[in-house]
C-alpha cells in the first residue's frame, strides 16, 4: 500500500478552550500509542512495543503542566509535524534511537568527561 505525504497531515488551527486542547492532546497521544507497533516494524527499534510507549507516555508527561493555551497549540503543532515525519518514514532510525539513550549504546556516556577519566578507563 503506497503512503501519501498528506495521508497524516492535520490543518494548523488554534484550540477553542481547554476542554478542545486536552481532546486534541488526547487524540494525539492515541495516534501515537496505536503506531507504536508500526514504528518499531518500519525503524527496526530494537526495543519492545512496550518500552516504545512508555517513552511516548514520558514524552507527553514531560508537558503535563504545561498552563499557557497557547503553548499547548504550539505543542500540538510540533507533535503533528512529528508524527506525519516518522510514519512518513522521513526520519532516521538514529533520529527515534535518540530518545532511548539510557537503553541506546553506552547511554549519555558516550565519551568521558575528562581526559584522566578517559584514560584510567583504558579509552584513548
Known amino acids: ?11 494548523t488551527r488554534q484550540s477553542a478552550n481547554w476542554a478542545d486542547a486536552r481532546s486534541r492532546v488526547l487524540t494525539a497521544y492515541r495516534a501515537w500509542i496505536r503506531a507504536a507497533p508500526e514504528i518499531q516494524t518500519m525503524y527496526s527499534i530494537p526495543q519492545p512495543v512496550s518500552a516504545i510507549r ?3 507516555r514520558q514524552e507527553f508527561e514531560r508537558h503535563r503542566f504545561v498552563n499557557k ?3 499547548v497549540d504550539m505543542l500540538l ?11 512518513n518514514f522521513w526520519r532516521q532510525t538514529t533520529h527515534l534511537m ?20 578517559g584514560f584510567l578507563e583504558g579509552r584513548n
Open 98 to 117: 535518540n530518545y532511548f539513550k539510557e537503553e541506546n549504546f553506552r547511554g549519555e556516556k558516550i565519551l568521558p568527561s575528562n581526559f584522566v577519566s
Open 69 to 71: 493555551l497557547p503553548v
Open 1 to 11: 500500500m503506497a503512503i501519501s505525504p498528506t495521508q497524516f497531515a492535520v490543518t
Open 54 to 56: 512508555t517513552r511516548i
Open 77 to 87: 503543532l510540533q507533535n503533528n509535524a512529528d508524527y506525519q515525519e516518522t510514519m
